[in-house]
């Protein structure tokens, strides 16, 4: 089915069928052009990239490897000209250096992973035209490393848990690593997660005593040797020679793009655990609200409520004031209920609806004075901010199928989160992690996930929730597309970043699809009398996963992270030539997508 009148503005587009194609797919009438490729300078006088002589020092000015959240910002006063704002989740050195060898990299290749992680910000600019977008040296260019400095700011920064034999004062952290997905702040400055930071460290099971061992194993970080054996070239790495830096990542970052000298900052208010991002919403009172996702089989959904309210208006003052608002607050964890006494597994209770509603457990208070109130029993403040994973057990929150992006509606309010997949629901584990199928959970084995809505009471401690789509395929009985009629809708799995359009329709970006075709890009409507109606927009290259995404009047923009990645793939080897073509290596960049006669997108 192509566009029609009943079909909403924002979704008059002819959906992109399934595809296992190595190119990105648009729709009839839409075209592409990539912005910018990992290895482009991004700061002045940065080498363009060449594959053979890659070095930390080209790489600190360069767009980073495998793009993930993105954000384009116009720049006041400056027609067609935006920042450019990119996440670099993880480096891939297999698929970087030519020759890698996954048992001895060199000290060069691990310095110039370090130096591809992290975020690009880079000024680009387009034209009344077309919807193409260059990249330009400008005054805003940045780049922000694994070796960057950054502030550790709230109640846990200075404690004991931080502290390192480099930083005494525990406040100051060199680096952000696999940032995943992000968002913008209405004071203008960009939040991203610290997700699986697991990977860099070495040696968890081997530490001290039992509760620190426990620790290590509660985020991931069992191994004694890395993959990436980063541990060979900085003790920091190293949990045996460095216990407590781990516990100075795994926050979500702030960081101020308008001023390219200001210091990032981590937040430790918000938690330490697998975030996958933050998001805010401000209430008529200009209260603020951010909400996170802890992205890992059976971890939970948080949401932090400021004491400070927002500070108005777009001035530097204003946004410095507002890049305090995160550290003082109540963190909570969420807790779900079903409303159907007869769910089954897999199909739909009688009343309609995987629905019900859920309660915000309180963790921890942070004060203006920098001080910390635990809400748990036997951990301190400073213990719930550095370990949240242990304090929302012990509050009793709900374990959810891996809770990706989180992101209030800018129209409604509404919170939309990706539960982008859970293979061991309900599986049945004993002794292993587990948790039995619920009306919020209702997929056994969940392989396609789930988008979930909830009705917040932002300030408040209550919630409605209901599950706006059950993923998969729209011929698989189980699936779900919040009413709508399934045989004209696209299939969908595997749901990760979420952004809204400017007519409110969500849009979703996938990581993982499980139909066996390549991720993509879909928009879906929440009103009736089309809410549920889901259209997929484009398709990524093979192996990639689609990120961003951004979706403005005449543009749409999609990180594609990791093409041609798969167990196997190398430089030397791999199934996507993505975007260059022919014989020539895969790189992740950022894409730019616009209607051939520049009008606005799915109108
Ligand atoms: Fe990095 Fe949760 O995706
Ligand atoms: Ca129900
Ligand atoms: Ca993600
Ligand atoms: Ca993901």
């Not at 891939?92 to 370090?114: A, H, I, K, L, S």
């Not at 697998?274 to 971890?299: C, L, N, P, Q, W």
């Not at 509404?414 to 004993?430: I, Q």
């Amino acid at each position: 089915a192509g566009a029609s009148s009943s079909t909403p503005p924002g979704l008059r587009f002819e959906a992109v069928a399934p595809n296992t194609e190595d190119a990105l797919k648009v729709p009839q009438g839409y075209t592409s052009d990539v912005v910018i490729r990992w290895g482009d300078p991004v700061v002045p006088g940065a080498p363009n990239w060449d594959l053979n002589h890659q070095s930390p020092e080209s790489a600190a000015g360069q767009f980073g490897f495998n793009c993930d959240f993105a954000e384009l910002l116009p720049i006041e006063g400056q027609r067609n000209r935006f920042l450019l704002v990119s996440n670099h989740e993880y480096t891939t050195p297999q698929q970087m250096f030519p020759g890698y060898d996954p048992e001895n990299p060199t000290e060069q290749q691990v310095r110039t992973e370090w130096e591809s992680h992290g975020l690009s910000i880079v000024e680009v600019q387009g034209n009344d035209r077309d919807g193409r977008l260059r990249p330009v040296m400008g005054k805003y260019n940045r780049r922000i490393t694994a070796t960057t400095e950054f502030a550790l700011v709230g109640p846990a920064a200075g404690s004991d848990l931080v502290k390192t034999s480099s930083d005494p004062s525990g406040t100051k952290v060199r680096g952000t690593l696999n940032n995943c997905s992000g968002s913008l702040t209405p004071w203008g400055t960009i939040l991203s997660g610290e997700e699986n930071v697991d990977q860099y460290f070495a040696g968890g099971a081997e530490a001290r005593d039992e509760t620190a061992r426990s620790r290590y194993k509660r985020y991931g970080m069992e191994d004694s040797v890395t993959a990436r054996r980063w541990e060979n070239f900085d003790d920091r790495f190293d949990i045996r020679k460095e216990p407590q830096e781990p516990y100075r990542f795994n926050y979500i970052i702030e960081v101020d793009p308008w001023d390219p000298t200001s210091t990032p900052v981590k937040h430790t208010a918000l938690g330490r655990f697998k975030h996958e991002a933050a998001a805010i919403h401000v209430t008529d009172d200009g209260s603020v609200v951010a909400y996170s996702g802890d992205d890992t089989r059976f971890e939970y959904l948080y949401k932090f409520v400021s004491a400070r309210k927002i500070a108005q208006g777009a001035s530097e003052e204003a946004r410095k004031q507002n890049m305090k608002v995160l550290d003082e607050g109540t963190l909570y964890v969420a807790r779900f209920e079903g409303n159907s006494a007869d769910f089954t597994e897999g199909t739909l209770p009688e009343d309609g609806a995987f629905d019900g509603t859920g309660q915000w457990l309180e963790l921890a208070t942070c004060t203006a004075d920098g001080a910390v109130t635990s809400h748990v029993e036997g951990m301190t403040g400073e213990e719930v901010l550095v370990f949240t994973r242990f304090a929302a057990d012990q509050a009793g929150a709900t374990k959810m199928d891996r809770p990706e992006d989180v992101q209030p509606s800018p129209k409604t309010g509404k919170v939309y989160a990706a539960l982008t997949n859970n293979s061991y629901r309900g599986a049945n584990r004993p002794g292993k992690d587990d948790a039995p199928t619920a009306e919020y959970a209702p997929i056994k084995e969940n392989k396609n996930g789930m988008v979930l809505e909830m009705d917040d009471d932002h300030t408040g401690t209550s919630f409605g929730w209901n599950l706006l789509l059950v993923c998969g395929d729209p011929d698989d009985a189980e699936t779900y597309f919040g009413g709508f009629d399934k045989s004209s809708v696209s299939p969908i799995s595997c749901p990760d970043n979420v952004a809204f359009d400017e007519h409110g329709n969500l849009w979703i970006s996938t990581d993982g699809n499980a139909l066996k075709s390549n991720d993509g890009l879909f928009a879906v409507s929440l009103e009736t009398p089309t809410r549920g109606l889901t259209k997929q927009f484009l398709t990524v290259p093979k192996g990639a996963e689609t990120c961003g995404p951004v979706v403005r009047e005449k543009r749409v923009l999609v990180n594609v992270q990791h093409p041609g990645e798969d167990e196997e793939a190398t430089v030397e080897s791999t199934t996507s030539h993505w975007p260059d073509g022919g014989t020539s290596t895969a790189r992740p960049s950022t894409a730019v997508v616009w209607k051939k006669d520049y009008g606005p997108i799915g109108a």
